[in-house]
């Protein structure tokens, strides 16, 4: 069974780019979480998303966005990259039940650097 | 403002010694109480949870401790192994947050063999 994946694994961008990140969800989960890791900080959540819709969100700017598609899988998008975005995006995943999501597993991240 | 506040901030423990993490929250809301284990160039991993009707879980070698009054809670690692060691984060939610972890800073554990 393959946990949860998020592609690709390093990325560098300049600043006022845009990016886009992908995770595919651990099989039969529903819901998926995109988290922000700076270096030598815990997870910040950005927001959530259930049957392709942003349920919960975080302290984070409107250029960051995202999407689920009908298949649980997600993206997240970022504009005009500032270099305080530099950080290690993680994907977690869950099963939702009511308002309470069950346990959450995180993928690998994907290492964004903007210069 | 965090919500979640862990110390210390690294820890270096001998093989066969314990560990002790420990994090205290602001939000009397929060029922889910779970640690993280964080391997470099690795996504967190779900170690142990608990939630606040009971005071104390244990799991293998990991003790989750839980103060409701004082609104602090601990992870004990007990005969620590160079394996063991990692960055640790403990976290919290509360019912209808659809899940939103709130983490704290982290502890990075080095086990000395």
């Known amino acids: 069974d393959a946990g949860v994946t998020q592609s690709p694994t390093h990325l560098i961008k300049t600043r006022g780019q845009q990016v886009t990140l992908r995770c595919s969800p651990k099989?039969?989960?529903?819901?998926v979480s995109w988290y922000q890791q700076a270096l030598g900080q815990g997870p910040q959540f950005i927001f959530q998303y259930y049957e392709e819709e942003e349920r919960q969100r975080g302290n984070f700017p409107d250029r960051f966005s995202g999407h689920q598609f009908p298949n649980y899988s997600s993206e997240l998008n970022v504009n005009a990259l500032l270099l305080g975005d530099s950080a290690l995006y993680l994907c977690?995943?869950?099963?939702?039940?009511?308002?309470?999501?069950?346990?959450?597993?995180f993928g690998p991240g994907t290492r964004l650097t903007v210069l | 403002q965090q919500q979640v506040k862990q110390s210390p901030q690294s820890l270096i423990v001998q093989k066969g010694g314990i560990s002790i993490i420990n994090c205290a929250y602001e939000?009397?809301?929060?029922?889910?109480f779970p640690w993280y284990q964080q391997f470099p160039g690795k996504g967190p991993a779900l170690l142990i949870a608990?939630?606040?009707?009971?005071s104390e879980k244990k799991e293998g070698r990991f003790t989750i401790s839980f103060n409701k009054s004082a609104k602090q809670f601990s992870l004990h690692i007990m005969d620590s192994q160079p394996g063991d060691s990692a960055t640790y984060f403990c976290a919290a939610s509360f019912p209808g947050s659809w899940g939103k972890l709130q983490f704290g800073a982290g502890t990075q554990v080095v086990v000395t063999p």
């Open positions: 939000n009397t809301a929060f029922d889910y």
């Open positions: 977690a995943s869950s099963v939702l039940r009511g308002m309470v999501t069950d346990t959450q597993y």
């Open positions: 608990i939630r606040p009707d009971v």
């Open positions: 099989s039969g989960h529903d819901t």
